[in-house]
Each structure stands twice: as structure tokens, then as C-alpha cells.
């Protein structure tokens, strides 16, 4: 019964490249929720997917980071042309459904460092 | 919008003392969950405890216990019999309930406190 599963742990990229996280939520939960992590933060709202629907991104940067929730497969927080700012660890959390009041359960996270 | 404030950047406590960590929180919702989470160097995080806002009674796991204060909007955690596994990051959160509508989703975290146990 694994838990959800982030990768890669740690991800290094050059500035300008592409970073791709992937999560794969706890088996049988369709929602699932990215949150960054800066330094000396806490976690923030990214953005809120079901498979294959977008439902609420308001926490994303409008530009460069998108995301998506394939029917298969690991969702994907993408980011184009990073920065060092972008530098963070980056969180995924999964539910079964909202109607439960969980405190969803957290993947161990990807860091980026952008160099 | 709702605010949730950690005051203590970090805090110590002796092996098997007890130590409380401190979360205000910011919100004109009557009711709502307060939740604290535990991250140790793994990085995981971790669900310590949970609280919702109608019930009165703190919740109490093991070890864990909270003091809601509803009033006051405060919601400490205390750790009784520290163990040097309880070192980690603390953070305080908070979400509304799924039928309020909303961003009920959403949890709002504070910055955290870094709990060390010395031996």
C-alpha cells in the first residue's frame, strides 16, 4: 500500500533548462495537489488536479509552470526555463475525494536547485 | 484571507520533558480544521493531528496533544515524554471543511518551527 510517490528526490537543472516532477498519488485517489516549498517557508498552494481536469491552478506562476493529471500515469508539474527563484521543494499530496476532511497525504518531495 | 502564524523559528526540550509549540491562525469561518504536521530531515510530511472547530474536546494522540482555543483563534501542539525521533519541523495548518464552498481544498501552512530534542 505505497503512499505517494514523487520523483525524481532531487533534481538539478541549469538555468533556461526544463525541470519535470512527477507524482503518483496513493493508489485509488483520483485528486491531487502540488505545493512549493521556498526556504524558511512554509508550503503554498500550487494547484489542484482530477484526472484530466485542471480545477484550480491560482497558485501557479502565469508563466513558465504548468501542470497536468493524465487519465494514466503520474501527474506532472512542469517547469519551462527555469530560474533560480524556482529553486524549492516541491510537494504533491493526494486524496481520495474532498468530501473528506483529510489532511491528504504528502509525498516526500522533489528538490529543485537551479544552478 | 486566512493567515496562520508560528511565532517560535525553533524551540529545544530535553529528552522525556514537554514542550509546546505555538499556531495562531486568521479566519471569519465558524467552522474549519486545524491540522499540525511533523517534517523530519526526510523530508516526508507527516499528519501529527487533526482538530476540527465545532468540537470542543482537544484532540490527543498518544503523546500529542492540543490546546484549541477557539476564542483566541490559538492552537498549540504539546509533546509530552520527548523523544529524539520528535526532532523535526513542525508546521501549523489550516482548511475549511469540503461543502463550504470554496477553495475548501486548500490548506494554508505557517512558516514553522524546528523542534530539536537534546539527549
Known amino acids: 500500500n505505497a503512499g505517494v510517490m514523487q520523483n525524481p528526490r532531487h533534481l538539478v537543472r541549469r538555468r533556461g533548462q526544463e525541470a519535470r516532477l512527477r507524482c503518483s498519488p496513493v493508489?485509488?485517489?483520483?485528486?491531487v495537489y502540488w505545493y512549493r516549498q521556498l526556504p524558511e517557508e512554509g508550503l503554498k498552494f500550487m494547484v489542484y488536479?482530477?484526472?484530466?481536469?485542471?480545477?484550480?491552478e491560482s497558485g501557479m506562476p502565469k508563466e513558465r509552470f504548468s501542470a497536468e493529471f493524465p487519465k494514466e500515469g503520474p501527474s506532472i508539474l512542469r517547469i519551462q526555463q527555469v530560474v533560480r527563484g524556482d529553486s524549492a521543494a516541491y510537494f504533491c499530496?493526494?486524496?481520495?475525494?474532498?468530501?473528506?476532511?483529510?489532511?491528504?497525504?504528502f509525498g516526500s518531495g522533489t528538490r529543485l536547485t537551479v544552478v | 484571507a486566512q493567515t496562520v502564524t508560528q511565532s517560535q523559528p525553533e524551540m529545544s526540550v530535553q529528552e522525556a520533558e514537554t514542550v509546546t509549540l505555538s499556531c495562531t491562525y486568521d479566519?471569519?469561518?465558524?467552522?474549519?480544521?486545524l491540522f499540525w504536521y511533523k517534517q523530519p530531515p526526510s523530508r516526508q510530511m507527516i499528519l501529527v493531528i487533526r482538530?476540527?472547530?465545532?468540537?470542543?474536546q482537544n484532540a490527543t494522540e498518544n503523546r500529542f496533544s492540543v490546546n484549541f482555543q477557539k476564542a483566541a483563534k490559538s492552537f498549540s501542539l504539546k509533546i509530552s515524554d520527548s523523544q529524539l525521533g520528535d526532532a523535526a519541523m513542525y508546521f501549523c495548518?489550516?482548511?475549511?471543511?469540503?461543502?463550504?464552498?470554496?477553495?475548501?481544498?486548500?490548506?494554508?501552512f505557517g512558516k514553522g518551527t524546528l523542534l530539536t530534542v537534546n539527549p
Open positions: 488536479l482530477q484526472k484530466e481536469n485542471i480545477i484550480d
Open positions: 482538530q476540527e472547530a465545532y468540537k470542543q
Open positions: 499530496a493526494s486524496s481520495p475525494w474532498t468530501s473528506k476532511n483529510y489532511g491528504y497525504t
Open positions: 493508489k485509488g485517489h483520483s485528486h
Open positions: 495548518a489550516y482548511r475549511i471543511p469540503s461543502g463550504s464552498g470554496g477553495s475548501n481544498y486548500k490548506l494554508t
Open positions: 479566519t471569519s469561518e465558524s467552522d474549519y480544521y
